[in-house]
């Protein structure tokens, strides 16, 4: 299993839309993404300066139905 990437929300958002994820709105500090044909979203929260903790981008990648190798390739 690939070792995630560590970055901010806006680095994982450019790699989720490579994946054929778009950008539907911003809710305060949070990005919320769809994808066309799946009845789930993804809420990524954008702070400067601080990285996407570890657990939150397993359970997105998990909610995006990818592996963990998948989601590197787009990262």
Request: glycine share 10%; with cysteine; net charge positive.
């Amino acid at each position: 299993m690939p070792k995630l990437p560590r970055a901010g929300g806006k680095n994982h958002i450019a790699a989720f839309r490579r994946a054929g994820w778009l950008e539907n709105h911003i809710e305060g500090s949070h990005h919320i993404l769809v994808k066309a044909g799946n009845p789930v979203h993804l809420s990524i929260p954008v702070h400067v300066g601080r990285d996407l903790g570890v657990g939150l981008l397993r359970k997105l990648i998990d909610k995006a139905d990818m592996t963990q190798k998948e989601y590197c390739a787009y990262f």
